[in-house]
Each structure stands twice: as structure tokens, then as C-alpha cells.
């Protein structure tokens, strides 16, 4: 007879990845386009299904086109398309507990005619699909034939937990004299901040804020634009329950429309957000690594299998602070910064290095509004300013190989971004929320399955005396002489909660009865 049980999850990781080739018409209420200087794009946080072994997840992707009109004032355009990708070819039972990353890049927008725009750029995803159907299976200890005693050790392995969006709604008032004759909003942008989760009964608290920029400007043209920053903090509690008590925990909080509207000499914000948390749980099963039996011929498959245990889950902020010379950013110097916006990506992980340390590396691409007032009509301009961005992982390592490789998912939000230039120097400043998670893949040796021969004949009753050799252990006796461990410890007076795999359990034995 054969026996096999498989009892971990596997991951597979597939990236895909497709162009981004829209084209928009402007309403009828907004002037026409004179000259495109940006375009803002936002990815929606997916919702996933898994059906006949093909994942597929969707979304909307939503464009803000800031632009120079007709009559060279400052004007926005939204506009909003759906995404989908789906991933065939994968296990029947793969299953939606999954991590899945959507980002755009090298995004742009030009006008094809004064009122039609086309928006073109690339979106990538990355999967990481667990399914419990992994290619490999192996014997567990409480799934060993009765006939069969073995010797089992403990295999770590990753359980990912993930709920589907939900979404929420923040109100906020910006009290503030504009002190304009004719005001109007530009544009506003929002990013969220997550500041900590907890787990409170299984049900993922998520807390932070929302920035939200506002781009005012006067009509009678007597100023130019300027940002308006409001921080507006939110706590949140998913519907479901999620997580245990030791659980690690993170959350991704993405707002997906923002309106912003001006009454009364102050600005009443209206944003919705969406919500994805995610919990890694370190389950263990008792693998068996070496199989016999004392009434049976026995023939193992051994199998060499890949489990993963988590690393590090968690929300966290970090500050950054770049200085650039007037000519490295392309900026002449009577030039003056009406805005500046900021996206970021999580592009890879760095394994390893002193101290244990891991790293997310990254893209943080700077968006700058400038203008020349110095005539009757500013001139404005944008420009693109791309830095890179690393995050240290502080934390002990766990007994794992140094050259498993990770699975990393990460998603990084700019907010609360502002720029500086005196005319010599630009200073650009951001915050980056990071939620991300980082999975360790752990080759382990394992008892994929057993074939079980004919019982051997019962001998006549004897007691027989073997003497130990140098470094056999009570485990390596049994399997020698093919009888069970009880039975001998029982006949010796060994403890029976000794380790039988070590050379100690048969510490001061000069013979065995057998």
C-alpha cells in the first residue's frame, strides 16, 4: 500500500503586466487644453476571485489631468477606466488568501486635440497565490500508518489571511479665510497614512490620517495658485474577523475619490477609502523525516519541499529628505513652485547584509508645478523628478538558510509632500506609509510517501543482548534491530521521554535487552 498526506501551503508567485492606452474627451463646461503639464494616476486596491484554477483580480484606475486651458489658467480633468487580470493554470483549490500588488508606471497624458486626451503608461501585477495543493506532499505524524513508527520534527509554514475591501467615508471642513474674490479648486489630492493596527477579538483596528492637498486658486488672476493641506484621521474596524491573538498584522488603506468644494470662506472635503488587511499566522506540523516498521518491509520516498514562514508584517512611516541644486532638477532660477505631488513604488527586496538587516527598495517620483510670473500670463511648466528610496527591516533572524530566497509584498503611499526652492536649491520632502509583509522560502526534508511490503514471520521467543555502538541513539537501535522504541525502553528501564533521536538517550547504557 502507498500513504501520503500533504499538509502546507505553497505559494506561487506570477508577475503580469499589460499597457495602459485610454483616450478621454474633456466636458463641454471645461475650457480647452492648451498645454498638458501632469498626469496623477491611482490605483484601487483589487477585489480577487478564484475560479477553475485562474485568479483574477479587478479594479478602477483613476487619472487626474492637470492642465494649462485656453485661456492659461490652471484646470483638472478626472477620469476613471477599470483594470483586470487574470492569472490561469493555477492548483483547483488555490485560494483568494492572497497578496496582490497593482501599480502604474511611466504614466503620461498628451492632448490629441483641444478636447480629447489620451492617457498612456503600463499597469503591473504581482500575485503571490497560496494554494494548499502544493506539488509535493509529505507524512505527518498524525497521519502515520498504525503498522509504522517514525521519527517526525517540527516544519514551520506560513498561513496568509487577507478579507476582501471595504470601503469607508470621511467628512471634513478646512475653516480658512481664502481671501480670494472669486476662489476655485484646481484639484485636490489625497493619500492615506496608516499609523498602527491592532487585533482586538480577531477584528483588525486600522488607524491613521488622510492629507489632503487642495489646489486653490483666485480668478481675478491676482496670485498665483497655492496648496491648501488638510490632515483628516480616521479609525477604522474591519467587518469580519481575521487574525489571532499572536497574528502579524498590516493594513493598506487607499482613498479612491476625493471632492472638495468651497462654501462659507472655507473648503468641505468629502473622501472615500478603501481597506485590505492582511495577517500572517505561523502554523507547525510534525514531519516525518525517517519511517520503519518492525512487522513490515517498508519502502520510503523521501521529497525535498519548500514551506514559508513569516519574517516581518507591519505598518510603518518614514521620513524623507532630498536636496537637489537648481540645475540637477532642470529648474531656472525665477521660476516659483505653485505645487508638488509625490507617488512611490516598492520595487524589490534586498536580502540579507550585516546584522540580519533587509531592505525595501523603491521609486519615489517627485511631480513639480512651476511658473514665471514676471509677464501677464504665467508661464507654467512641470517637472519630473525621480529618487530612489531604501527601508531597513530591523530584527532577529530566524534559523533559516542564508540562501532562501523571500517573498516580499509591499505598498508604499507618499504623503504630506512639500517642496522648497530659494532660487539655489530645491528641497523635496515626503513621508512614505509602507504596509508590507516578507515571507522566508525554507527547503526542508521530508516523507512523501511509503509503500508497505509483506509482515515478516513472528520468531520463537528469545532474549537477546546488543551492545550500543559509538553514537547510536535509542531511535537508530529500534530501526536497527526493527522493533519499536517503547519495547526496548520498556525492557531497560529508559525514561521514554528522553530524546530517542540523540545520542543521550542511551547515556550510561552498556547493553540493551532485546
Given at each position: 500500500?502507498?500513504?501520503?498526506s500533504?499538509?502546507?501551503?505553497?505559494?506561487?508567485?506570477?508577475?503580469?503586466?499589460?499597457?495602459?492606452?485610454e483616450?478621454?474627451?474633456l466636458p463641454?463646461?471645461?475650457?480647452e487644453?492648451?498645454k498638458?503639464l501632469?498626469c496623477?494616476?491611482?490605483v484601487s486596491l483589487?477585489s480577487?476571485?478564484v475560479?477553475?484554477?485562474?485568479?483574477t483580480?479587478?479594479?478602477?484606475?483613476r487619472f487626474n489631468?492637470?492642465?494649462?486651458?485656453?485661456?492659461n489658467?490652471?484646470?483638472?480633468?478626472q477620469f476613471?477606466c477599470g483594470?483586470?487580470f487574470?492569472?490561469?493554470?493555477l492548483?483547483q483549490?488555490?485560494s483568494i488568501s492572497?497578496a496582490i500588488?497593482?501599480?502604474?508606471?511611466s504614466?503620461n497624458?498628451?492632448?490629441?486635440s483641444p478636447r480629447r486626451?489620451?492617457?498612456r503608461?503600463?499597469?503591473?501585477a504581482?500575485f503571490?497565490?497560496?494554494s494548499?495543493?502544493?506539488?509535493?506532499e509529505?507524512i505527518?505524524?498524525?497521519s502515520?500508518?498504525?503498522?509504522?513508527?517514525a521519527?517526525c520534527?517540527?516544519?514551520?509554514?506560513t498561513r496568509v489571511?487577507?478579507?476582501d475591501?471595504e470601503m469607508?467615508e470621511?467628512?471634513?471642513?478646512?475653516?480658512?479665510?481664502i481671501?480670494?474674490?472669486?476662489p476655485r479648486?484646481i484639484c485636490?489630492?489625497?493619500?492615506?497614512?496608516?499609523?498602527?493596527?491592532?487585533n482586538?477579538?480577531?477584528?483588525?483596528n486600522?488607524?491613521?490620517?488622510v492629507?489632503?492637498?487642495?489646489?486653490v486658486?483666485?480668478?481675478?488672476?491676482?496670485?498665483?495658485?497655492?496648496?491648501i493641506r488638510?490632515k483628516?484621521?480616521?479609525?477604522?474596524?474591519?467587518?469580519?474577523?481575521l487574525?489571532?491573538?499572536?497574528?502579524m498584522?498590516?493594513?493598506v488603506?487607499t482613498?479612491?475619490?476625493?471632492?472638495?468644494?468651497i462654501?462659507?470662506?472655507g473648503?468641505l472635503?468629502n473622501l472615500?477609502?478603501?481597506?485590505?488587511?492582511y495577517?500572517?499566522s505561523?502554523?507547525s506540523?510534525?514531519?516525518c523525516?525517517?519511517?520503519?516498521?518492525p512487522?513490515?518491509?517498508?519502502?520510503?520516498?523521501?521529497?525535498?519541499?519548500?514551506?514559508?514562514i513569516p519574517i516581518?508584517?507591519?505598518?510603518k512611516?518614514?521620513?524623507?529628505?532630498f536636496?537637489?541644486?537648481?540645475s540637477?532638477?532642470?529648474?531656472a532660477?525665477e521660476?516659483?513652485?505653485?505645487?508638488s505631488?509625490?507617488s512611490?513604488?516598492?520595487?524589490?527586496?534586498s536580502v540579507?547584509?550585516?546584522?540580519?538587516?533587509e531592505?525595501?527598495?523603491?521609486?519615489i517620483v517627485?511631480?513639480?508645478?512651476?511658473?514665471?510670473?514676471s509677464?501677464?500670463?504665467?508661464?507654467?511648466?512641470?517637472?519630473?523628478?525621480?529618487?530612489?528610496?531604501k527601508y531597513?527591516?530591523?530584527?532577529?533572524?530566524?534559523?533559516?538558510?542564508?540562501d532562501?530566497?523571500?517573498?516580499?509584498f509591499a505598498n508604499a503611499?507618499?504623503t504630506?509632500?512639500?517642496?522648497?526652492?530659494?532660487g539655489?536649491?530645491i528641497?523635496?520632502d515626503t513621508?512614505?506609509?509602507?504596509?508590507?509583509?516578507i515571507?522566508k522560502?525554507?527547503?526542508?526534508?521530508?516523507?512523501?510517501?511509503i509503500?508497505?511490503?509483506?509482515k515478516?514471520?513472528?520468531?520463537?521467543?528469545c532474549?537477546r543482548i546488543?551492545?550500543?555502538?559509538?553514537g547510536e541513539?535509542?531511535?537508530?537501535?529500534?530501526?536497527r534491530m526493527?522493533?519499536?522504541i517503547?519495547s526496548?525502553?520498556?525492557?531497560?528501564g529508559?525514561a521514554t521521554?528522553?530524546?530517542k533521536?540523540?545520542?543521550q538517550?542511551l547515556s550510561?547504557?552498556?547493553y540493551l535487552v532485546?
Amino acid at each position: 500500500m502507498a500513504y501520503e498526506s500533504d499538509f502546507y501551503i505553497a505559494r506561487i508567485e506570477k508577475e503580469d503586466s499589460k499597457e495602459i492606452n485610454e483616450e478621454f474627451v474633456l466636458p463641454d463646461y471645461q475650457p480647452e487644453v492648451k498645454k498638458i503639464l501632469t498626469c496623477r494616476e491611482a490605483v484601487s486596491l483589487p477585489s480577487v476571485s478564484v475560479e477553475a484554477g485562474s485568479v483574477t483580480a479587478e479594479g478602477n484606475l483613476r487619472f487626474n489631468v492637470i492642465y494649462v486651458g485656453n485661456d492659461n489658467d490652471l484646470y483638472s480633468a478626472q477620469f476613471e477606466c477599470g483594470y483586470s487580470f487574470s492569472v490561469p493554470g493555477l492548483p483547483q483549490d488555490a485560494s483568494i488568501s492572497d497578496a496582490i500588488s497593482v501599480n502604474a508606471e511611466s504614466v503620461n497624458a498628451k492632448a490629441v486635440s483641444p478636447r480629447r486626451i489620451s492617457v498612456r503608461g503600463r499597469l503591473k501585477a504581482l500575485f503571490a497565490v497560496q494554494s494548499k495543493d502544493g506539488d509535493e506532499e509529505c507524512i505527518t505524524e498524525s497521519s502515520l500508518p498504525p503498522s509504522c513508527e517514525a521519527l517526525c520534527k517540527s516544519v514551520d509554514y506560513t498561513r496568509v489571511v487577507s478579507l476582501d475591501c471595504e470601503m469607508f467615508e470621511l467628512a471634513d471642513e478646512v475653516v480658512n479665510d481664502i481671501s480670494a474674490e472669486a476662489p476655485r479648486v484646481i484639484c485636490c489630492e489625497s493619500n492615506a497614512f496608516v499609523s498602527d493596527t491592532d487585533n482586538v477579538n480577531g477584528r483588525v483596528n486600522v488607524r491613521g490620517e488622510v492629507t489632503t492637498d487642495i489646489l486653490v486658486c483666485d480668478d481675478t488672476r491676482d496670485e498665483l495658485p497655492r496648496i491648501i493641506r488638510r490632515k483628516t484621521p480616521f479609525a477604522y474596524t474591519m467587518s469580519e474577523g481575521l487574525a489571532r491573538e499572536n497574528d502579524m498584522i498590516c493594513a493598506v488603506v487607499t482613498p479612491t475619490a476625493s471632492e472638495c468644494r468651497i462654501e462659507d470662506g472655507g473648503i468641505l472635503i468629502n473622501l472615500c477609502c478603501s481597506v485590505k488587511a492582511y495577517a500572517l499566522s505561523l502554523e507547525s506540523e510534525m514531519v516525518c523525516t525517517d519511517i520503519y516498521s518492525p512487522r513490515n518491509e517498508i519502502t520510503p520516498n523521501e521529497s525535498v519541499f519548500d514551506t514559508y514562514i513569516p519574517i516581518a508584517c507591519d505598518n510603518k512611516n518614514m521620513s524623507l529628505n532630498f536636496a537637489l541644486s537648481a540645475s540637477e532638477a532642470g529648474i531656472a532660477k525665477e521660476r516659483k513652485i505653485v505645487c508638488s505631488f509625490a507617488s512611490a513604488v516598492c520595487e524589490k527586496i534586498s536580502v540579507g547584509g550585516e546584522n540580519g538587516r533587509e531592505s525595501i527598495i523603491g521609486k519615489i517620483v517627485f511631480k513639480l508645478i512651476t511658473a514665471d510670473d514676471s509677464n501677464e500670463c504665467a508661464d507654467y511648466e512641470c517637472k519630473e523628478i525621480a529618487l530612489p528610496f531604501k527601508y531597513d527591516i530591523s530584527r532577529e533572524m530566524r534559523a533559516i538558510s542564508a540562501d532562501s530566497s523571500s517573498v516580499l509584498f509591499a505598498n508604499a503611499s507618499a504623503t504630506r509632500t512639500i517642496a522648497r526652492y530659494d532660487g539655489e536649491r530645491i528641497g523635496l520632502d515626503t513621508e512614505l506609509s509602507i504596509a508590507f509583509f516578507i515571507l522566508k522560502r525554507q527547503k526542508n526534508m521530508g516523507i512523501a510517501s511509503i509503500v508497505l511490503g509483506e509482515k515478516t514471520e513472528k520468531k520463537d521467543e528469545c532474549v537477546r543482548i546488543i551492545y550500543p555502538t559509538v553514537g547510536e541513539s535509542l531511535w537508530s537501535v529500534a530501526k536497527r534491530m526493527r522493533l519499536p522504541i517503547s519495547s526496548i525502553a520498556a525492557k531497560n528501564g529508559i525514561a521514554t521521554d528522553t530524546e530517542k533521536d540523540s545520542p543521550q538517550s542511551l547515556s550510561g547504557v552498556r547493553y540493551l535487552v532485546i
